[in-house]
């Protein structure tokens, strides 16, 4: 047997003890368990970002890998608990709309709220619900507990309301997403909608009123420092400048209009 695979996405950061602990309460669970941090440097309270994160790499985990997913501004509040299975893994994460992502990509065959309480610490924090109740339930996932185990079926679970492109006759709007550590400015125009646009001629790109010159096939291709667009490992269109942010270049923001024109439109 393979195993079992808990893979962390916090807002925690890495100068205090948060994400340690919680990795310590689902090895004490399950001390077999193989951990893995994605990311504990997101925004802080961005529940989005953590949506987006979390949807741009959990297919290249291994199947039956469990996301514990803690981006939680409402920590102690009335919102719920949640852990859902979804194609070939599983989730627990606080019910704010950060799973939605991953699962508008794979409907989940299950979501129950985690109600039990014998699955959770037998206190547990207004402010530390990351260590008293996610991460117990994500070790007794990776024991082996069935999910149903976990608490009460829900089917009206949060989800956030996360723009998509609008296509017209004229090509197609879009806006930023996400900026990445290195400024480049992930949109949500997927390589489809944007050939769609493109399949009877060329294209203009601006984005925040910038004309964005060329659409390349790797960053080296930019000439010098100019601005250009791509296609990145997720398959969304960037608007990137090679060596620089294209941020702060062209100031752009998650937002930031991204327009996909027709020549002549």
Request: glycine content about 10%; hydrophobic content about 45%.
């Amino acid at each position: 047997m393979p195993r079992p695979v808990v893979a962390l996405l916090t807002d925690f950061g890495s100068s205090d003890h948060y994400a340690g602990a919680m990795k310590g309460v689902v090895l004490g669970i399950c001390p077999d368990v193989t951990l893995v941090d994605v990311v504990h440097d997101l925004p802080p309270h961005d529940v989005l970002a953590g949506a987006l994160e979390l949807a741009a790499c959990y297919r290249y985990f291994p199947v039956g890998t469990i996301f514990l997913v803690v981006v939680d501004p409402g920590v102690g509040s009335a919102r719920r608990g949640l852990a859902a299975e979804a194609g070939d893994y599983r989730y627990v994460a606080p019910d704010n709309g950060v799973l939605t992502a991953a699962l508008q990509d794979l409907p989940p065959r299950k979501v129950v709220e985690l109600t039990e309480r014998k699955y959770a610490r037998p206190t547990v924090s207004r402010t530390f619900e990351g260590r008293d109740r996610f991460a117990p339930a994500a070790g007794w996932l990776a024991k082996g507990i069935a999910l149903a185990s976990l608490g009460r079926g829900v089917t009206d679970y949060h989800r956030l309301d996360i723009p998509v492109p609008e296509a017209s006759p004229d090509g197609v709007a879009g806006v930023v997403l996400r900026v990445d550590r290195f400024g480049n400015c992930i949109t949500n125009i997927d390589r489809r909608t944007f050939e769609h646009a493109a399949a009877n001629g060329p294209v203009t790109i601006t984005a925040g009123g910038h004309d964005i010159p060329r659409v390349v096939a790797t960053y080296d291709d930019a000439r010098g420092t100019d601005a250009c667009a791509l296609f990145g490992s997720t398959d969304y269109l960037e608007i990137a400048v090679n060596g620089a942010s294209a941020a702060e270049r062209l100031s752009l923001a998650r937002g930031s209009w991204v327009f996909v024109r027709r020549a002549g439109s």
